[in-house]
């Protein structure tokens, strides 16, 4: 075959090659212009990790994002203590909306949602809705209270322990939320920081739900 005849097939293959891979990237922007990430999708940026955990998750369900999936169940209940030494138990709060929120004093993400959920507390606590959080923390409770206080966080904190995070499969992400209705069952479950207005309309969606 002639050296002209070679670079001709040469420049087509290299041409055929640019089309497809622009065909390939728009249906790719497409799909996910189609399909849009849930607010409740994990991001890597955006997560603080165990150590020994994997990231990336693109699948908004609760499984794919590290949790059980303990929608529509009863909230297992649990009775503990505040870093002062006072007992907190979730049957203090029957009938009231709680976001049970899982966090640490060396979480990121944790810090920077914790004035949203300052403010929604104030907003939404007339409509019986409390935040209830959960210290993820091994150190002294003293420190607990102490990064509280600094934080202005008026909301009941208790210190967690392996039974409770036992009783919710597991808690390897912060932070995590889960959102319980008047009725004590568990509505809606997020792994890592959302946006201050998603963290809103689930707040919204356990408030308007009926006790038992």
């Known amino acids: ?39 409740t999708t994990l991001a890597q940026d ?9 990231s990336g998750r693109v699948d908004d369900s609760p499984t794919a994002q590290g949790l059980a999936d ?5 909230a297992p209940g ?8 006072k007992t907190v138990s979730l049957a203090d709060y029957k009938g009231k909306a709680v976001l049970l ?22 907003k939404y606590a007339p409509q019986g809705f409390t935040v209830l959080g959960i210290s993820e923390d091994d150190g002294p409770p003293k420190q607990v209270a102490d990064f509280a206080a600094k934080m202005g966080i008026d909301y009941p904190i208790v210190l967690s322990d392996d039974k409770l995070n036992k009783a919710y499969g597991g808690v390897d992400y912060l932070p995590t939320s889960y959102y319980i209705g008047r009725d004590g069952k568990i509505a809606v479950e997020t792994g890592g920081i959302i946006s201050e207005s998603a963290i809103e309309a689930n707040i919204q969606k356990i408030i308007a739900t009926k006790g038992e």
Do not use: D
């Open 78 to 85: 649990f009775t503990l203590k505040t870093p002062e030494g």
């Open 70 to 74: 303990l929608r529509g169940k009863p």
């Open 101 to 122: 929120n899982f966090w640490a004093t060396w979480c990121g993400p944790c810090k920077l949602e914790m004035p949203w959920l300052i403010e929604l507390q104030k």
């Open 46 to 54: 955006s997560v603080s990790h165990q150590p020994g955990k994997a």
């Open 1 to 39: 075959m002639k050296r002209s005849a070679i670079v001709v097939l040469v420049l087509i293959a290299g041409v055929t090659a640019m089309i497809w891979s622009g065909v390939m990237a728009y249906r790719i922007r497409n799909s996910m212009h189609s399909h849009p990430v849930s607010q």
